[in-house]
T-cell receptor, first 110, second 115 residues
Framework: GESVGLHLPTLSVQEGDNSIINCAYS??????FIWYKQESGKGPQFIID?????DKRQGQRVTVLLNKTVKHLSLQIAATQPGDSAVYFC?????????FGKGTTLSVSS | DVKVTQSSRYLVKRTGEKVFLECVQD?????MFWYRQDPGLGLRLIYF???????EKGDIPEGYSVSREKKERFSLILESASTNQTSMYLC??????????????FGPGTRLTVT
């Protein structure tokens, strides 16, 4: 079946660096993608979304890029801060429910 | 702000017990979901509901059932808890919009331990 995965389970960066978290998806028919952030002991929180008719979408310090040719999604965090430390999930619409990737743990050191 | 609440943050139950996990959302959302989250496996969909008294199986429904008697409340039931159901359980809700399901709002999770 379809699956959504992330390339790396963990990513460590220094405070102030830019972070890039990657995700590959397998269902070429998916038309909506979301990035979630999950801090320790909390439920996932919406960060940013993108529809398949877009290549790029920017939020506050975050940018999502979608490459439909290679079915790749990325989340870029500018000037990463210690408060960005969390698990990040990508998700795609698969039919009537979201399909989640396994997550990348981002660790930010000062 | 959308608020999704879950009845317990931490729960410890014995093998064979019947367990109820409650989820309530306050934004009149049509769709509600139950996931479990395990290390290395990510979020896996157990059941979801698009309307009152309506339910659909997700990817891993075995050993679980659900109830949606009111729009704001979606309950997950473990008929006879087993140790392999020790996990973090997450509830989510989302409004219905033309064209499908969109952003999901999550509750804080219930960490269930079955001994």
């Amino acid at each position: 079946g379809e699956s959504v995965g992330l390339h790396l389970p963990t990513l460590s960066v220094q405070e102030g660096d830019n972070s890039i978290i990657n995700c590959a998806y397998s269902n070429s028919a998916s038309d909506y993608f979301i990035w979630y952030k999950q801090e320790s002991g909390k439920g996932p929180q919406f960060i940013i979304d993108i529809r398949s008719n877009m290549d790029k979408r920017q939020g506050q310090r975050v940018t999502v890029l979608l490459n439909k040719t290679v079915k790749h999604l990325s989340l870029q965090i500018a000037a990463t801060q210690p408060g960005d430390s969390a698990v990040y999930f990508c998700a795609e619409i698969g039919g009537t429910a979201l399909i989640f990737g396994k997550g990348t743990t981002l660790s930010v050191s000062s | 702000d959308v608020k999704v609440t879950q009845s317990s943050r931490y729960l410890v139950k014995r093998t064979g017990e019947k367990v109820f996990l409650e989820c309530v959302q306050d934004m009149d959302h049509e769709n509600m979901f139950w996931y479990r989250q395990d290390p290395g496996l990510g979020l896996r969909l157990i059941y979801f509901s698009y309307d009152v008294k309506m339910k659909e199986k997700g990817d891993i429904p075995e050993g679980y059932s659900v109830s949606r008697e009111k729009k704001e409340r979606f309950s997950l039931i473990l008929e006879s808890a087993s140790t392999n159901q020790t996990s973090m359980y997450l509830c989510a809700s989302t409004p219905s919009r033309a064209g499908g399901v969109y952003e999901q709002y999550f509750g804080p999770g219930t960490r269930l331990t079955v001994t």
